[in-house]
C-alpha cells in the first residue's frame, strides 16, 4: 500500500495550493479517502472527506468555502484545492484511505502560509 502526497510549498497568504495524493496497491474506489493535517504542537485534525464515488464531502468549520476535496477513480488519486490560504493552515498534510476499522496513511507534505 502507498500513498504519496505532493503540491506542498511556501505560499503566501492569500494564495493558493493543489494537494494531490497518488494511491496505490489497495482497491482505491472502496475506500473513503481524507486530508488530515497536523501543526506545530497541535494534534492531527481531519481536514476534508469524501466518499467511495466523490459526492459526499464534508471539510472543517476552518476550512469549508476556501478547500475543495475531489478524488478520481480511474487515475485512483484524491486532490485538495486549497484557496485563499491563511498562515493558520500551515502545517504537514497528510492523505488518508479509509475502510472501516482500516486506515492507511501517506508520509505527508508540508505547507507554509507565510510572506
Known amino acids: 500500500v502507498q500513498l504519496v502526497e505532493s503540491g506542498g510549498d511556501l505560499v503566501q497568504p492569500g494564495g493558493s495550493l493543489r494537494l494531490s495524493c497518488a494511491a496505490s496497491?489497495?482497491?482505491?474506489?472502496?475506500?473513503?479517502m481524507e486530508w488530515h493535517r497536523q501543526a506545530p504542537g497541535k494534534e492531527r485534525e481531519l481536514v476534508a472527506q469524501?466518499?467511495?464515488?466523490?459526492?459526499?464531502?464534508t471539510y472543517a468549520d476552518s476550512v469549508k468555502g476556501r478547500f475543495t476535496i475531489s478524488r478520481d477513480n480511474t487515475k485512483t488519486t484524491v486532490d485538495l484545492q486549497m484557496n485563499r490560504l491563511k498562515p493558520e493552515d500551515t502545517a504537514v498534510y497528510y492523505c488518508?484511505?479509509?475502510?472501516?476499522?482500516?486506515?492507511?496513511w501517506g508520509q505527508g507534505t508540508q505547507v507554509t502560509v507565510s510572506s
Open positions: 488518508a484511505a479509509r475502510n472501516g476499522a482500516i486506515y492507511y
Open positions: 496497491g489497495f482497491t482505491f474506489s472502496q475506500y473513503y
Open positions: 469524501i466518499d467511495l464515488a466523490g459526492f459526499w464531502k
